[in-house]
């Protein structure tokens, strides 16, 4: 099959399948009667007449909720996994980065990996003596690269694996959640890689949930949903969708709720929603968040509030009871004690895509009761809709005014 030269990864109508057994063998006993038995099995569809190409030097993302298939589909490409149909081509070296532990021994020390990390991935021992030192520094693992893999960390161990993946120096690199796992200077140093395979004109192929990783580096995204292509666009348009997805998969009616808490006060039974009371939040227009509070202890003087984020601690726009002229503090809860608050103003929110985190804190000198509820830990985001003018970030701001004197 022809595939033109700027093409790194041509897949073309591929069906992947797996037959999960109904019965489970947890023992030598259960096996050996297992062999006179009849077997059933129920199959999983895991990648259903899926299509794409990937260019030279793309980045490419793909997403979509757990179970979409994407893990299957870079094994796929990797050449782990063989489609069950359809065709999969490959124009060039492929370095996998898939899943933790591939490819190491945890009873060999972190510098016997590196050498069978690298020998998997096609180096010879001569190349591995030269790039060694480089790994280990990479990795930051100097102290420890001669203690055996079962005593690192899962952070620890993704430094290493990642560290062998990088200077492989293929063209292709798959990458299946290295972000997920590790301090903020790896992920830092993960990025600014991608960044210089880039500009060699490699080519990188990565899963994440991040969606800031997504929007900011991704080239073009491949949406999955049951395994189908649901959707290759621009990495916006792909979020988007993406969450306006999720957001009819998850909500029934038209409010959220969810039950999760941390220290002295819980939330519950929170929904956000429009003024004509649907789901439907536009920009510049009136909005409603409420929520329940139950007291776990007794607590006074309670300031509660909302937070409008674009990631995990990502804060962009608040609303709060002190806000206003009239601030309003919940005086006293007693341990068992419920009551029920509701926020509301102008939406000052460009249309995106957004998450909410309710927070409660005393303003009572010695006492703190700080707690939150993310909506649904980013299962279920909020939808803004409307005219997208403010190309300068997610704040829209209508009532500003702006005075130029030219001199």
């Known amino acids: ?171 292709i690199l798959l990458m299946d959640e290295v972000l997920a796992v590790g301090d903020s200077n790896f992920q830092s140093k993960c990025i600014a890689e991608f960044e210089e395979y880039k500009k060699m004109g490699k080519t990188i192929i990565l899963i994440t949930h991040d969606n800031i990783t997504i929007e900011k580096y991704c080239d073009r995204v491949l949406l999955l949903r049951n395994g189908k292509s649901e959707l290759l666009s621009g990495a916006k348009e792909a979020i988007r969708r993406y969450a306006v997805e999720n957001y009819h998969d998850i909500s029934s009616g038209h409010s959220q709720s969810g039950r999760y808490f941390q220290g002295d006060v819980e939330f519950s039974d929170y929904s956000i929603h429009g003024p004509e009371r649907n789901a439907f939040l536009e920009k510049g227009k009136k909005f409603f968040i409420s929520w329940s509070i139950l007291a776990k202890r007794k607590v006074r003087d309670l300031v509660v509030g909302a937070m409008f984020e674009v990631n995990r601690f990502e804060n962009i726009f608040g609303i709060h009871s002190i806000q206003r002229d009239r601030p309003v503090f919940i005086p006293k809860l007693d341990r068992g004690e419920k009551c029920q608050v509701t926020i509301s103003g102008t939406l000052p929110l460009n249309p995106g895509v957004y998450f909410l985190r309710f927070y409660a804190v005393s303003q009572k000198k010695g006492e703190n009761y700080f707690t939150t509820l993310l909506s649904e830990e980013y299962d279920q985001p909020i939808i803004v809709y409307g005219k997208d003018d403010n190309f300068w970030g997610p704040i829209f701001i209508p009532d500003s005014s702006v005075k130029i004197k030219l001199i």
């Open 1 to 171: 099959m022809f595939m033109p030269k700027d093409t790194a990864i041509s897949v073309k109508n591929v069906f992947k399948t797996f037959r999960i057994p109904h019965e489970k063998i947890s023992s030598l006993r259960g096996a050996f009667v297992g062999m006179f038995k009849h077997k059933t099995y129920e199959e999983f569809q895991a990648l259903n007449n899926v299509s794409f190409e990937v260019k030279k030097g793309e980045f490419f993302g793909i997403i979509g909720r757990n179970g979409s298939g994407k893990s299957t589909l870079l094994k796929v490409l990797a050449g782990i996994y063989q489609p069950d149909s359809g065709s999969v081509e490959v124009n060039g070296m492929i370095s996998p980065f898939l899943e933790l532990g591939i490819g190491f021994n945890p009873e060999l020390s972190g510098r016997d990996n590196v050498y069978l990390n690298a020998t998997v991935l096609g180096l010879t021992r001569k190349q591995i003596d030269k790039k060694f030192d480089s790994i280990v520094a990479f990795s930051e693992l100097e102290r420890f690269i001669d203690q055996k893999l079962k005593n690192y960390s899962s952070g620890m161990q993704v430094r290493l694996a990642f560290a062998v993946s990088i200077h492989a120096n293929r063209d």
